[in-house]
């Protein structure tokens, strides 16, 4: 009864290489969606970068002079790449998934032979990518105002790669859950940037009160922040080990949560 | 006996609305026939077809596709599958050629493989010079098309359309017929909806007629229509009568002067009818049934005043 695949030659007769195949086409088409549309994906967190290097860093950091020994301006390069980054990985899969579902494109995957767990990579892996072109963007623009320096690049690239996909996941999780177009752009405005902002991007959580840093700890943004700060500049509010048992916890948490999202149908089969 | 290419028993579907669409379907369609599912709207038609492509959740009952349970091999039977929807579903953003070569390979087909894939479809449906323009500026008609062409770039065994000829003018609908004949003569199992009865009796091989959730009517649409026990013609007259004799046990109603409805049962004759008109003057010009056959039938399976002789059926 495999008469499915004798005829249909050229087709892997594995389904883990037809997954792969499949992985490879959400991706691709993933990206090719940042590209098309990249007036909005690229060209918003350029101009913004732009915006907060100037002001924050050349207007007002003039007068800040250093934190933790760095020069204010070096001092708030980590924060700000991650910053943008997390928020376009999010941006990505949230956008783009719910615009799946609500064009009903979504439906050509769900009818696929394919498990949760390929939908749900491919969607992060374009959440990660976009977060990487975006990151590689803020990246020139921060050379453009200061000497960037890298002090330990496997905690940079895993920071990265992890941010990215804690923050992907989410996107997904909010595009599963939106019913319309103004569902994705709720958790963003009331959840995300606050978050942000307190997350030690613009100012080191060590002035805080000791009540407010303990608080702090709790924002996973801060973990984030912190170790892409360790591995660009060598300095970090928090402990390093702390910082990555957060962030896998969250990998972890997340991704258990979306697949069983994804198994379930929720928001996607009636 | 075969196994066969779908089989549903027991299919029940209530919506989180409250609203029952399938309330008890059991049916079978053998490998290469060409099925045909009718049914008024609202019947259950897309419910099923839902159920049968893992769009909808069952509330109860079992599918199984070439003799695999869905629930339990998912993957193997949805390789097997290919779906046409009655709702467009594609990215308008997209390229015929994008959305074709994604589907592919949503299947595991590899690139090249669905770059030629594609190419072939698109050409046989009259798709290729639209293959690099954003979808949205397709007509109805071709986008109708490439959701059949994107159904097929898995080669599935059993294609499933729902509606895919809503909206198409006659010409465009007469060359998907005979593209949708040439796949099933080349092996593939097809199950088609719609609305339109002469494409049921022009194409399938077999029907069943869903009403309220429930079939009303499995069989082949030969012996459907040999079921037919009354056929309704229209008869225009060569000129105005003034009284019309009676038609020996055939039912006669008068649309105007000059046209006449008449309900003839099976094994009346016809003949000795427009015999009995002519001695008393009246002459026949033309005569047409009033309605394609199967259509009638339809409508008294599924009509109000079937609600109860269809259903026992
Ligand atoms: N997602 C849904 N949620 C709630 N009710 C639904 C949903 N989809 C369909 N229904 C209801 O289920 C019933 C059957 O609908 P279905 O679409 O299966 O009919 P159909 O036979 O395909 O009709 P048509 O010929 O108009 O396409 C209808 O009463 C419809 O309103
Ligand atoms: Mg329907």
Redesign the pocket.
């Known amino acids: 009864m495999s008469a499915a695949l004798e005829s249909n030659p050229g087709v892997p007769a594995s389904a883990r290489a037809r997954h792969f195949v499949a992985l490879g086409t959400i991706l691709r088409r993933e990206i090719r969606r940042i590209l098309r549309i990249w007036g909005q994906t690229l060209v918003p967190p350029a101009i913004t970068m732009t915006l907060y290097f100037v002001i924050f860093g050349k207007l007002i950091g003039a007068k800040i002079g250093t934190v933790q020994g760095v020069g204010y301006i070096d001092w708030i390069v980590p924060g700000l790449i991650m910053m943008s980054v997390i928020q376009n990985a999010y941006g990505n899969i949230s956008s783009s998934f719910f615009g799946a579902k609500f064009g009903r494109y979504v439906e050509e995957m769900l009818v696929a032979p394919m498990p949760p767990w390929v939908v749900l990579t491919g969607y992060v892996l374009g959440g990660v990518a976009r977060g990487l072109m975006v990151g590689v963007i803020v990246l020139a623009i921060a050379m453009v105002f200061t000497r960037v320096s890298l002090h330990h690049a496997w905690v940079t690239l895993s920071t990265f790669v992890l941010a990215t996909t804690i923050f992907s996941l989410a996107g997904f999780v909010n595009a599963v859950y939106a019913k319309k177009f103004d569902d994705i752009a709720i958790v963003p405005t009331f959840i995300l940037t606050p978050l942000t902002y307190l997350g030690g991007v613009f100012y080191s959580v060590a002035v805080l009160p000791p009540f407010w840093q303990r608080v702090s700890e709790f924002n996973p943004i801060l973990h984030m922040v912190n170790a892409f700060r360790y591995g660009l500049l060598g300095v970090s509010d928090v402990p390093i080990g702390t910082a990555y048992a957060v962030m896998l916890g969250l990998v972890v948490v997340l991704g258990a949560v979306s697949i069983v999202l994804l198994r379930r149908g929720v928001g996607l089969r009636? | 006996m075969r196994t066969p290419a779908l089989e549903v028993e027991g299919l029940a579907?209530t919506?989180?609305?409250?609203?029952?669409?399938?309330a008890g379907v059991s049916l079978a369609v053998a490998e290469g026939d060409f099925f045909a599912l009718l049914?008024?709207?609202?019947?259950?038609?897309?419910?099923?077809?839902?159920i049968v492509a893992t769009l909808?959740n069952p509330s109860a009952g079992r599918v199984r596709v070439f003799g695999r349970d869905l629930a339990s091999e998912r993957e193997a039977c949805l390789d097997q599958i290919g779906l046409v929807p009655?709702e467009l579903n594609f990215n308008q953003f997209e390229t015929p050629l994008e959305i074709l070569r994604n589907a592919a390979g949503f299947y595991g087909v590899p690139r090249r493989l669905a770059t030629e894939r594609a190419e072939r479809r698109l050409r046989e449906l009259q798709l290729w010079d639209k293959a690099r323009v954003p979808s949205r500026t397709l007509s109805g008609g071709m986008k109708r098309r490439l959701m059949i062409a994107r159904a097929l770039m898995h080669e599935p065994r059993l294609l499933i359309l729902?509606?895919p000829t809503a909206g198409v003018d006659i010409e465009i609908r007469r060359s998907m017929w005979q593209f949708l004949k040439r796949i099933n003569e080349a092996g593939t199992t097809v199950i088609l909806?719609t609305?339109y009865l002469e494409e049921a009796e022009q194409l399938c091989r077999h029907v069943a007629i869903?009403d309220h959730?429930r079939i009303v009517e499995h069989t082949s649409v030969r012996e459907l229509i040999g079921k037919l026990d009354v056929e309704t013609f229209i008869v225009d007259l060569a000129g105005p009568a003034e009284s019309i004799p009676a038609l020996d046990g055939i039912e006669v109603r008068r649309l105007d002067a000059a046209t006449l409805e008449l309900d003839v049962h099976r094994g009346q004759d016809l003949a000795a009818a427009f015999a009995t008109l002519n001695r008393h003057g009246i002459g026949v010009r033309s005569m047409r049934n009033k309605a394609n056959r199967l259509e009638e039938l339809f409508v008294r399976l599924t009509g109000p005043a079937a609600s109860t002789s269809g259903r026992a059926a």
């Open positions: 009636s | 579907k919506y989180a609305n409250g609203v029952t669409a399938l049914g008024p709207n609202g019947a259950g038609k897309s419910t099923l077809i839902g909808v009655q729902d509606e909806t609305h869903i959730g």
